[in-house]
């Protein structure tokens, strides 16, 4: 079973909607988790961390539930900009060496 | 502020042949990653290094040599290239903050090729 795992998509939205993402982890004593966004052909860079009471920066809120083990991310009054890969990103263990990468979702936003 | 770099960007080469990829960072971070990026299995950790002269297997490790002599750079070696070895490439630094991981910033990636 892979540690991350996540919906490849791909989403294709309309601008201005809500859209969501969900990612299931499968190590109950995971750490830290995280979006990252990757543009086609590009390296992945850091969207945002996801932290337990959930978090949100402008358009774009993260939720964790242990519980279920799984994260998600949602976009609000989505942007033609926001078309990118989302990856879902798991810290495991504690150490900087520790983190599982989801394969990702693709996003698509329409005109 | 130059950041993360690698070099070269693209490569073509044939089975057999030793490749190596370079990574540099301006940082002065401890960690250093390789990850490899292939369709259907997201970034792949093949090798880390927590500092100059410590360096550690990850996920994929078979086929590929680090070494770190030097803080900054992390150069990653295909002893024999193999086509399963075609990929994309991202070399990746962060800065350990206690026990809490901090955010890996990634290299723009090599795209290599095996023939």
């Known amino acids: 079973r892979k540690e991350v795992e996540q919906d490849p998509g791909p989403f294709n939205v309309p601008e201005g909607a809500t859209v969501a993402f969900n990612c299931t982890y499968s190590n109950s004593a995971s750490q830290s988790f995280f979006w990252y966004r990757q543009d086609c052909r590009k390296e992945p860079k850091l969207l945002m961390s996801v932290y337990s009471s959930g978090n949100e920066d402008g358009r774009f809120t993260a939720q964790l539930n242990r519980a279920s083990q799984y994260i998600s991310l949602l976009i609000r009054d989505s942007k033609l900009s926001d078309s990118a890969t989302y990856l879902c990103?798991?810290?495991?263990?504690?150490?900087?060496?520790?983190?599982?990468f989801g394969t990702g979702t693709r996003l698509t936003v329409i005109p | 502020d130059a950041g993360i770099t690698q070099s070269p960007r693209y490569k073509i080469t044939e089975t057999g042949r030793q490749v190596t990829l370079m990574c540099h960072q301006t940082?002065?971070?401890?960690?250093m990653f390789w990850y490899r990026q292939d369709l259907g299995h997201g970034l792949r950790l093949i090798y880390y290094s927590a500092a100059a002269d410590i360096t550690d297997k990850g996920e994929v490790p078979d086929g590929y040599v680090v070494s770190r002599s030097k803080t900054e750079n992390f150069p990653l070696t295909l002893e024999s290239a193999t086509r399963s070895q075609t990929s994309v490439y991202f070399c990746?630094?962060?800065?350990?903050?206690?026990?809490?991981?901090?955010?890996?910033?990634f290299g723009p990636g090599t795209r290599l090729t095996v023939l």
């Open positions: 990103v798991v810290n495991v263990r504690a150490g900087a060496n520790n983190l599982f």
């Open positions: 940082w002065s971070h401890s960690y």
């Open positions: 990746a630094s962060s800065e350990l903050q206690g026990a809490r991981t901090d955010t890996q910033y």
